[in-house]
């Protein structure tokens, strides 16, 4: 029992810490915002500082990194609230080098590795809402592959990605697939989400496939707890430095004549705050430490770790748009782009009360930690 | 990071769960297991039996007799003694008072008073709360007047916790009444048999005498009673406090209090109303996450590479779990926890039960008896202030 970083991954954090600073300012987050939600410069440079391939195994030009690793690279892109999805690059790199065939793995895990491919999930359905078990896309075999029909929403980056993985139905059960954006028969009508970062609705007319896995649903929840792990880490960046920006407005603004911050009403709240985000924090490490359990055992933590981080998200965003008055609400200021990024990451891969109804579902006699 | 425990650990637990196993006196557990009323021979038994292995100081160094063990040990320790259904240890004598004298007392004073609290021999109080002086505990105004070898003490405490038993006491007396509140205070060993003391039970809402005031009417204690230096008790008071960092999360109990909800949900046919069931998992994620954040606190005091200051977050994370999960088993119940028939809520009753399920006689005393836990120990608001105090300055 150790929560204690290595050197290495202190290493990481400080080096992805000083680009956010000085390469991320939030000038060139609001350009980004403004130019549609996604820069691939930005990308690139996230690549270049080897984030996109840290889970990729090393044999597939990666650097073989663990699920804390990844932890520790999307807290500190949280905190800069980057809208390059690097989450997507984790769920790509696992379920490739678990689920996919050799040929694949070799043609798609190096190019994820060095960033020139983007590779994201493409799940959502209408019906489906959070469910991973309700899947109306079809596949069938074609020449030379599969050929894929499926009306997929809020795609990440949808419109921007290079390919696409995707849940559709052959044989009577979930199968995954990769589909290249630029296949025929992809069209993709891309827009802007609440945190300003970049999705797009993506439609497959018999589109060419490859066959990741026909254990999809295996395949896709593995997928899914990869990017709920790296969006609790995310999260828990995102909170750190709202609850930072929050403290530091107290400690300036004056009403009254006296600092904001000397208001007991006011400091209880913060210390509320500050209560969610180390529960937060717990259950992030908790999330990204049972990463590599059993497949069971994985999923009733994530559910168990999306509650407690959906929960504190929604307080420590709405409290600090309280907390620091109109200023709070305006486009302006920093601190409400920083809610807007929690009230979208709660809803990322399920919101609380889907997955409280996980946790509920899954209980058993006894609980806690370990068991 | 690792999140499993090392095999020395594990093995340490292992043992721990088979010596608690054969020692816990099984009629000791049953009551503690089903909330049933314990008497203090409960409460001194297993203190004697865990004395007697050396382990009521569980948390001594060795060099005062005590295991020595790692803070992860002694969470091993604490854990596996409150999923067993071991009552907790009265924690004024061996958690409280003796890190105090082996900090501050002299070694006479050590000589003295340590092997009876070791032992579970002589039990002892606390002495803090007065009349005016609740969370502003350093308002108290019991005085100690040094006459020639003696001090002569007069005032009130009060909420002094199972004080009715209670052979010594530790307390913070009022010395000097210049400068700041806080540094006219002195920590004073009392024998409580002393002439001029008298305890008055005081009956809470949940029917049971838990608490005392207790009154010093010119009570004479020899001055080799005082700890330390006059006037420095606030500085071990405050020693004292921030002594045992996750033992105050109670975690370990919650879990099992956790899985005692489950049952009674069961029975009572509301573990398959969906509303309800949310409710406890609600309840499950709020555990694990404060296990999570004990564990987090242990892992740093472990390596010494990180402190984590957040003991306030633990009690109040902790205190509100404890009422919470003792509200869901009051309304498990519902209309059955309302008959409070205190017979029903000792061990052996052999009535009828309202409705026919014994095991709902003691959820509403236990619920009203948890709401203290967020009052007692620096009250919630107060902790919020000191967690306030480090993250806003």
Redesign the interface.
């Not at chain 1, 029992?1 to 290595?6: I, N, P, Q």
């Not at chain 2, 555990?287 to 954040?293: G, Q, S």
């Given at each position: 029992?150790?929560?204690?970083?290595?050197d290495d991954q202190e290493q990481l954090r400080d080096a992805v810490r000083k680009w956010v600073d000085k390469g991320y300012t939030f000038e060139r987050r609001r350009a980004a915002v403004a130019a549609g939600g996604f820069d691939r410069a930005a990308w690139n440079e996230l690549a270049e500082l080897g984030l996109t391939a840290l889970t990729v195994p090393e044999a597939h030009d990666g650097m073989g990194q663990g699920a804390?690793d990844a932890m520790v690279v999307a807290e500190e892109l949280g905190r800069g609230i980057v809208l390059e999805p690097i989450a997507q690059a984790f769920m790509a790199s696992s379920v490739l080098s678990h689920y996919a065939p050799a040929n694949v793995q070799s043609a798609w895990l190096p190019r994820v590795a060095s960033g020139e491919a983007l590779v994201v999930l493409a799940q959502q359905e209408r019906k489906a809402r959070y469910r991973l078990d309700v899947c109306e896309a079809k596949a069938a075999p074609a020449q030379d592959g599969y050929a894929l029909t499926a009306i997929k929403s809020v795609v990440t980056a949808g419109d921007k990605a290079d390919a696409f993985i995707v849940p559709a139905q052959l044989d009577g059960k979930t199968a995954l697939f990769l589909v290249e954006r630029t296949a025929t028969g992809v069209t993709t009508q891309g827009y802007v989400t609440q945190d300003g970062s970049r999705a797009a609705e993506v439609k497959f007319t018999n589109a060419p496939a490859m066959l990741i896995t026909t254990d999809g649903l295996a395949a896709l929840e593995l997928a899914v707890d990869t990017g709920i792990a790296a969006t609790c880490a995310e999260a828990v960046g995102v909170m750190d430095k709202t609850?930072a920006i929050t403290?530091e407005y107290?400690?300036q603004r004056k009403q009254f004549g006296v600092f904001i911050?000397s208001f007991?009403a006011l400091?209880?709240r913060?210390?509320?705050m500050?209560?969610q985000l180390?529960?937060a924090r717990?259950?992030s490490?908790?999330a990204?430490?049972?990463l590599g359990a059993p497949a069971a055992e994985r999923r009733a933590a994530m559910a168990?770790a999306k509650?407690?981080l959906g929960q504190s998200m929604r307080f420590v965003g709405q409290q600090a748009v309280q907390l620091h008055g109109g200023i709070g609400v305006t486009d302006e200021y920093i601190v409400s782009h920083y809610f807007k990024k929690l009230t979208q990451l709660e809803v990322a891969f399920g919101d609380t009360l889907h997955h409280?109804?996980e946790?509920?579902a899954r209980?058993q006699?006894?609980?806690?930690?370990?068991a | 990071?690792?999140?499993?425990?090392?095999p020395e650990?594990q093995a340490f637990r292992e043992e721990i769960r088979a010596w608690v196993q054969a020692n816990l006196p099984k009629e000791i557990s049953h009551k503690v297991h089903n909330a049933l009323r314990l008497t203090r021979d409960d409460l001194q038994g297993w203190a004697k039996i865990l004395g007697k292995k050396g382990w009521l100081g569980f948390g001594w160094p060795k060099e005062f007799g005590g295991p020595g063990w790692t803070a992860?040990q002694k969470h091993l320790f604490e854990e596996e003694c409150a999923l067993a259904g071991a009552p907790r240890i009265v924690p004024f004598g061996p958690v409280m008072v003796a890190p105090v004298i082996m900090a501050f007392g002299n070694a006479e004073q050590q000589k003295r008073f340590l092997p009876g609290i070791a032992s579970g021999e002589v039990w002892w109080s606390q002495g803090y709360s007065e009349p005016g002086s609740g969370s502003d505990l350093a308002s108290v105004k019991t005085r100690a007047e040094r006459v020639g070898d003696k001090y002569i003490v007069n005032g009130q405490k009060t909420w002094t916790t199972l004080g009715q038993h209670g052979d010594w006491m530790f307390n913070l007396v009022r010395t000097s009444t210049e400068g700041k509140p806080q540094t006219g205070i002195s920590f004073l060993l009392l024998d409580m048999k002393s002439k001029g003391v008298t305890v008055r039970p005081i009956k809470l809402l949940d029917g049971e005498c838990e608490v005392n005031e207790v009154f010093f009417d010119n009570v004479e204690v020899p001055a080799e009673n005082l700890i330390g230096e006059e006037n420095k008790g606030w500085t071990y008071a405050k020693h004292l406090l921030s002594h045992e960092r996750t033992n105050i999360a109670d975690v370990n109990r919650s879990?099992r209090e956790?899985?005692r909800l489950?049952?009674i949900a069961k029975t009572e046919g509301v573990w398959d109303d969906?509303r309800f069931?949310?409710q406890?998992?609600?309840l499950?994620?709020d555990?694990?996450?404060?296990?999570?954040?004990v564990?987090?606190v242990?892992?740093?005091e472990?390596?010494g590479?990180?402190s984590l200051d957040?003991a306030?977050?633990l009690k109040?994370?902790g205190s509100e779990i404890q009422q919470r999960y003792a509200e869901l088993m009051m309304l498990a119940a519902g209309p059955f926890a309302m008959p409070f028939i205190e017979e029903a809520m000792e061990a052996g009753w052999q009535g009828n039960f309202p409705g026919g399920v014994t095991a709902n006689a003691p959820l509403a005393s236990t619920y009203f008896n948890l709401r203290k836990t967020t009052i007692y120990g620096g009250s919630n608001?107060v902790?919020?202030?000191i967690?306030?105090q480090?993250?806003?300055?």
């Open positions: 029992m150790d929560f204690d970083f290595s804390i609850v403290v107290m400690n911050a007991q400091r209880h913060v210390a509320d500050k209560m180390e529960l717990s259950m490490y908790y990204s430490l049972k168990r509650v407690q409280l109804g946790v509920s209980m006699d006894t609980a806690g930690v370990f | 990071m690792d999140l499993a425990f090392t650990e992860v879990k956790l899985e489950k049952r969906q069931r949310d406890i998992a609600l499950e994620v555990i694990v996450a404060l296990e999570m954040l564990l987090r242990l892992s740093a472990k390596s590479k990180n957040i306030g977050l109040i994370k608001e902790q919020r202030n967690v306030a480090t993250v806003l300055g």
